[in-house]
């Protein structure tokens, strides 16, 4: 059982194992469908924040775009499932039934050509990991062979992010516009606006994290992981020793491109829209908050820092709707001053000595109902026997 325990510690799937018993049992029995449906679009952000754990916790290269990445992939799904409800039975009273109701409205009298492959799933789905991916690529090549890094990086992002959006909006005849892509019903002919339905897709969201979790976790553990902690922190070192840190990095961008557009397309199957308000700076910056706030160097813990940062926006919303903002940000400042490694600093450096401690103390306590133990008397030492000079040997034991 020792060995088992501290195997699970070594390689840290013991926090995995209780994380998926926390969303995976103890969230459905203690939540009703409403607020499971919540947690599932709250855990579809968590995605991002587990790249970002590998991505700037691990590689060092904080990204301020990830809403990008988390965007592309909610509208490569999107795509599939506005299709689907636009048949040209449900679409019969427009002027052009067949195509999605936003390209009715700006007079496109077509389905634009490179939306055909979207009425596949299987490419959909590949298009849900590559076209991230792909970008991340484009990006990543592009700066890190130049040697482009730390502020100048995130600012690139930024400006990336802002592109795609203002992309997003402009071309509204295309993607939705400001209005996005609404109205997403069904997958397959299954309806996915039951209550049935959001309890299957949030399992469905769990495995894909826990999965994800799991594989970061095994890089992690592996050289690659031990490179990309080494590039962190003597990134020159690194290089000199013949490895080419700019691939390196490129990679760990791409993974974290394709672990967020895993994140948006459960978004767009869980909430049933997606829009450009989600692609943009600011949830951008709130997705790196999410990983300030578990922990940058914890992937379960970005998974809970996402939950927390979003209920409570849920809740102070909830409670206080006018002062929600206000509190929103005494909850970072306090986390930020107080907890500067985030929730598993705190585990690190709080609970766990108190663990420890208790189960040492426990371990040293006889346990009660036990007969009484036999000992051999002690043996006084020949030191002990001895005088100490101008004292009698009594009083020198």
């Known amino acids: 059982m020792k060995d088992m325990r501290a195997w699970l510690e070594r390689t840290g799937l013991g926090h995995v194992a209780l994380l998926a018993v926390v969303l995976m049992v103890v969230f459905p029995l203690a939540l009703d469908s409403f607020r499971l449906n919540l947690v599932g679009k709250y855990?579809?952000?968590?995605?991002?924040?587990?790249?970002?754990?590998?991505?700037?916790?691990?590689?060092?290269?904080?990204?301020?775009?990830?809403?990008?990445?988390?965007?592309l992939g909610g509208y490569a799904m999107a795509m599939f499932l506005k299709l689907e409800a636009s048949d040209k039975?449900?679409?019969?009273?427009?002027?052009?039934?067949?195509?999605?109701?936003?390209?009715?409205?700006?007079?496109?009298?077509?389905?634009?050509?490179?939306?055909?492959?979207?009425?596949?799933?299987?490419?959909?789905?590949?298009?849900?990991?590559?076209?991230?991916?792909?970008?991340?690529?484009?990006?990543?090549?592009?700066?890190?062979?130049?040697?482009?890094?730390?502020?100048?990086?995130?600012?690139?992002?930024?400006?990336?992010?802002?592109?795609?959006?203002v992309l997003i909006i402009?071309?509204?005849?295309?993607?939705?516009?400001?209005?996005?892509?609404?109205?997403?019903?069904?997958?397959?002919?299954?309806?996915?606006?039951?209550?049935?339905?959001?309890?299957?897709?949030?399992?469905?969201?769990?495995?894909?994290?826990?999965?994800?979790?799991?594989?970061?976790?095994?890089?992690?553990?592996?050289?690659?992981g031990t490179l990309l902690l080494a590039m962190r922190d003597k990134e020159d070192r690194v290089r000199f020793s013949g490895y080419d840190v700019s691939m390196f990095k490129v990679f760990v961008f791409c993974l974290a491109a394709a672990i967020s557009g895993i994140g948006g397309a459960m978004f767009a199957l869980q909430v049933g829209f997606m829009s450009p308000s989600i692609v943009g700076i600011v949830p951008s910056i709130e997705m790196v908050i999410f990983a300030a706030v578990g922990g940058r160097m914890s992937l379960v813990g970005a998974v809970y820092g996402a939950l927390l940062v979003n209920f409570g926006k849920t809740y102070f919303s909830e409670t206080f709707p006018d002062l929600w903002m206000f509190c929103m940000a005494g909850l970072f400042i306090v986390v930020t001053m107080f907890f500067p490694n985030g929730l598993a600093g705190l585990y690190a450096s709080k609970v766990k000595p108190m663990l420890a401690r208790r189960a040492a103390k426990s371990a040293s306590t006889p346990s009660q109902g036990a007969g009484p133990s036999i000992t051999k008397p002690a043996t006084p030492s020949s030191k002990a026997q001895e005088p100490v000079a101008g004292k009698p040997a009594a009083e020198a034991v």
């Open 43 to 71: 855990l579809c952000y968590a995605f991002v924040a587990v790249g970002l754990v590998m991505l700037w916790g691990w590689a060092g290269v904080l990204s301020l775009g990830q809403g990008v990445f988390f965007g």
């Open 170 to 224: 402009g071309q509204q005849g295309y993607t939705g516009g400001v209005n996005g892509m609404t109205d997403l019903r069904t997958l397959l002919g299954w309806d996915i606006r039951t209550d049935s339905a959001k309890y299957i897709l949030y399992y469905v969201c769990c495995g894909l994290l826990l999965l994800s979790v799991v594989a970061c976790l095994w890089i992690q553990k592996s050289k690659l």
């Open 89 to 165: 039975a449900s679409t019969s009273i427009q002027s052009t039934p067949g195509i999605p109701d936003f390209m009715d409205w700006n007079q496109l009298t077509a389905l634009p050509l490179w939306w055909t492959p979207f009425e596949y799933l299987p490419f959909a789905l590949f298009a849900v990991v590559a076209a991230p991916a792909l970008l991340a690529f484009i990006i990543g090549f592009a700066m890190f062979r130049r040697r482009v890094g730390d502020v100048y990086f995130a600012i690139i992002t930024q400006a990336v992010a802002l592109i795609l959006t």
